[in-house]
């Protein structure tokens, strides 16, 4: 059992693995994470917290805010709760999940709309992470999902939850080739694709696009490691 913060961080340490650890922009209304930010979520026209719309179709969503990450302050005190997590769970990075979703309704500190507001907020969301864990490591590092014009200032990036098909792969690779295109070169994917099992067809071919990428990352809502499938597919991963 793990029963102090940096317990994980530590064991990982000895076997000579980095941690990352799992982050969002999104605050629950009736959680313990709003303490310090009750003043930093996104609002709406009329004052009031503008609710995050539910991104999947689970039931009875507690209700969410989003940080303000125009508002500088508000930044920089997510850039410092991202130092102070990372120090205290001894990790190296942190992956930044989520970010491109902004309430429609809300109103950022600079006085813009949600939706005129995506594709920013995504970028000044992985720099507020980005500069948090460089303060604690020396070095900044995130595993970045949204963003836009800026993402390659934030290594490192992947695509997002794609569907465990033949159509999820051709649409992964696309958006890894259009984000190289565009500048963020060190980006992949969900190899073998998120939503889903891929058949052992499709995981080998998509195991083998992935070995071509920056990084590689077996993760989904199935088991994704070799050994859940067969030797063969063991031995192949000793040979990338």
């Known amino acids: 059992n793990f029963r102090n ?8 340490k000895k076997k000579g693995k980095k941690l990352c650890l799992w982050v969002n922009p999104y605050i629950l209304l009736k959680g313990n994470a709003i303490k310090g930010l009750e003043n930093c979520l ?18 009875n969503k507690p209700e969410r805010g989003m940080v303000d990450f125009t508002n500088p302050q508000c930044s920089e005190k997510n850039t410092a709760l991202i130092q102070d997590l990372v120090i205290r769970s001894n990790a190296d990075a942190v992956m930044t ?4 979703t902004v309430p429609p309704d809300s109103v950022d500190h600079n006085g813009n709309p949600g939706y005129l507001i995506r594709n920013l907020m995504g970028d000044l969301y992985q ?4 500069k948090g864990v460089e303060r604690a490591r020396g070095k900044g590092m995130v595993w970045g999902r949204s963003g836009s014009l ?15 098909t033949w ?30 099992k891929p058949d052992r067809l499709l995981y080998i071919r998509w195991v083998a696009m992935g070995a071509m990428f920056s990084h590689f990352k077996l993760h989904g809502t ?4 070799p ?13 990338l």
Request: glycine share 12%; proline share 4%; no cysteine.
């Open 5 to 12: 913060d940096d317990d994980l961080g530590n064991f990982l």
């Open 42 to 59: 996104l609002r709406d026209f009329a004052g009031r917290i503008a609710l995050v719309p539910n991104q999947d179709s689970t039931p």
């Open 97 to 100: 999940d989520f970010g491109e």
């Open 127 to 130: 720099m507020s992470a980005f």
């Open 150 to 164: 800026l993402s390659h200032n934030y290594p490192i990036q992947w695509g997002g939850d794609s569907s465990s």
């Open 167 to 196: 159509e999820g792969m051709r649409t992964a690779l696309r958006a890894a080739l259009s984000a190289s295109m565009s500048g963020t070169m060190f980006t992949a994917f969900d190899t073998g694709g998120f939503a889903g």
């Open 222 to 225: 199935t088991p994704r490691e």
């Open 227 to 239: 050994w859940n499938y067969d030797k063969e597919i063991v031995g192949a991963f000793g040979d």
